[in-house]
């Protein structure tokens, strides 16, 4: 039994020392972030979360540092003056940074760290985007003149991360009913649009769009105006009319811009009067038709009338020419003298015909005469009948021939 008991203390003693000497599981466990790197990318003016998770924390203390490795917080306190940072712990484990109102500078790589021996430390690589903006100040004013056969550029300056993708679109307003916005893409892309030897057709609204996945895409608008001298251009030259009527002269007037455009007669200018009528119709962009009325045209209403404009560019004329219309009328017609001639010889034919009376036959009927012998006709060369002339045949072959003489 005394045997029994020492060995029991034995034992008891050696299961004490061996649990007093083993290290302490909790005392083991040391902090531990839930990911190692975190990628995180907002948007320039939102406020963004950058997340740090820490485990088995105890005693330690976790502080931020940012891409310049400057302390930004200690536990819970921040240490800069920036007031848009800040700690958000929604969970005892959370050590989130907050910041408010990001800005593109403050991107780059953080740094949520632990001061164990050696530090613990969580990447937290911060992207921030941009949306594409427009600067008006170094860009193309929103109207821009140039004289035809010019070079023109326009240019849309713009910023954005990532960098913005600029198209250029001509909205070809001029070729489609009022109303009606046609837009096409032109040119390269990039911030620069170069129009060489630009002609009047170009003269349009050019749009650039800069886009680069960040929200929506932002446009500006550029109307191109281009200037040149009057072109005139008359249906007809010249017409007639009669005295007493009316008539109209059309002269179509092409030119940017328009400044000066007007009928005149003998180098002056023709107002609006009871004798002219001047009307303007704007036909389409650029182009109108200057359309005089002349009532009640006299003789000294005929005559050269020119169409002319002019601006700061140059001057075109073109010459119309209005002349009388004269109309003949046929004169009544008389009935002609009927001549009659005389000739000098006449020649009357009568003929009358003879009449022979014949006294009838008396016919026999005796059996005992013989019967008449028929008279065969004359034959004529190679056995015809000939055919002699008769009275009938004869008289009328003279009247023909008599006929003849007297025409």
């Not at 003269?203 to 886009?211: G, S």
């Not at 008289?395 to 003849?404: A, D, E, K, R």
């Amino acid at each position: 039994m005394i045997m029994l008991g020492l060995l029991g203390l034995d034992l008891f003693g050696l299961v004490v020392g061996v649990v007093t000497h083993l290290p302490s599981v909790k005392e083991s466990l040391e902090p531990s972030f839930d990911d190692p790197v975190t990628n995180v990318t907002a948007i320039a003016g939102d406020t963004v979360t950058l997340p740090c998770s820490v485990k088995n924390l105890k005693d330690y203390k976790v502080m931020w540092l940012d891409h310049r490795t400057k302390t930004l917080t200690l536990e819970a306190r921040r240490i800069i003056a920036d007031e848009r940072i800040t700690i958000e712990r929604p969970d005892i484990g959370d050590w989130n940074l907050y910041i408010h109102g990001v800005e593109l500078s403050d991107a780059g790589k953080y740094m949520c760290q632990v001061n164990t021996v050696p530090v613990k430390i969580k990447y937290v690589i911060l992207t921030v985007h941009e949306p594409p903006e427009i600067i008006p100040e170094l860009s193309s004013k929103e109207e821009v003149f140039v004289r035809e056969s010019d070079t023109v550029q326009l240019v849309c300056n713009v910023t954005g991360v990532p960098t913005p993708t600029v198209r250029w679109y001509k909205k070809s307003t001029n070729r489609r009913p009022y109303g009606y916005n046609d837009k096409e893409m032109i040119g390269h892309d990039g911030m620069v649009l170069r129009i060489r030897n630009i002609s009047r057709y170009c003269d349009d609204v050019y749009q650039c769009v800069a886009d680069n996945g960040v929200n929506l895409p932002k446009s500006r608008e550029i109307k191109v105006t281009v200037q040149f001298p009057p072109e005139i251009h008359l249906p007809t030259k010249k017409l007639s009319q009669a005295v007493g009527k009316e008539t109209i002269l059309n002269c179509e007037v092409t030119s940017n811009p328009s400044m000066y455009s007007a009928w005149t007669r003998d180098g002056i200018t023709i107002q609006n009067s009871d004798k002219f009528k001047i009307d303007i119709y704007e036909d389409y962009k650029n182009t109108m038709t200057l359309s005089m009325k002349i009532s009640d045209i006299q003789k000294p209403d005929f005559g050269v009338y020119r169409c002319e404009a002019q601006n700061e560019f140059g001057r075109d004329f073109k010459d119309f020419f209005l002349y009388e219309l004269v109309t003949t009328t046929p004169s009544p017609s008389t009935p002609s003298a009927v001549t009659t001639t005389t000739p000098v010889h006449v020649y009357v034919f009568t003929w009358t015909p003879s009449v022979r009376t014949y006294t009838p036959r008396r016919e026999y009927h005796s059996k005992d005469r013989p019967p008449l012998a028929t008279k065969k006709k004359p034959k004529g060369r190679n056995g015809q009948p000939r055919f002699l002339p008769n009275n009938t045949f004869y008289l009328i072959g003279l009247l023909t021939t008599l006929s003849v003489i007297i025409k």
